[in-house]
């Protein structure tokens, strides 16, 4: 594999900063359309995957502190959009759930992005989509 040249690097990061503006400037025109916020649906997105996600489960996936977890499961509580569930087994443990509420905030948080996502990719050819799918799969690939 070749090793980019400074200039190339550079310029990728350029690109790369510009573009993450771009795409957070178009799909936060409407920011107070979407039902949740950017970490609100990571996190509920991650609860609804797992499970039985524990509080310590959230804060690894989040890369953030256990009581920074506590805080943003307490405002996803509050809100309705998960519950907490003791551990049968363990009552120090406390898993948590996502509600009817929570799935339905998530689907049209999802419907809204994937709108304007269509929007900003739309000036890309069905190859050039691929390509870009591939090349970002492949820079992610951790080993």
């Not at 991650?46 to 039985?52: A, E, L, R, S």
């Not at 994937?114 to 799918?133: P, Y």
């Amino acid at each position: 594999m070749a090793k980019p040249k400074s200039t190339d690097i550079h310029r990728m990061l350029n690109i790369f900063l510009n573009t993450n503006h771009f795409i957070k400037d178009n799909t936060e025109t409407h920011k107070k359309c979407l039902p949740l916020s950017g970490v609100q649906l990571r996190s509920l997105t991650f609860i609804q995957q797992q499970k039985q996600a524990t509080m310590k489960d959230l804060a690894d996936y989040l890369q953030v502190t256990a009581p920074t977890a506590t805080v943003m499961a307490n405002n996803l509580t509050e809100s309705k959009l998960i519950s907490r569930i003791e551990d049968k087994h363990d009552r120090r443990i406390i898993r948590l759930k996502i509600t009817a509420k929570g799935e339905k905030n998530i689907t049209e948080t999802t419907s809204h992005l994937v709108e304007k996502i269509n929007r900003v990719f739309s000036k890309l050819t069905r190859e050039e989509i691929h390509q870009f799918i591939s090349i970002i799969e492949k820079i992610t690939q951790t080993k």
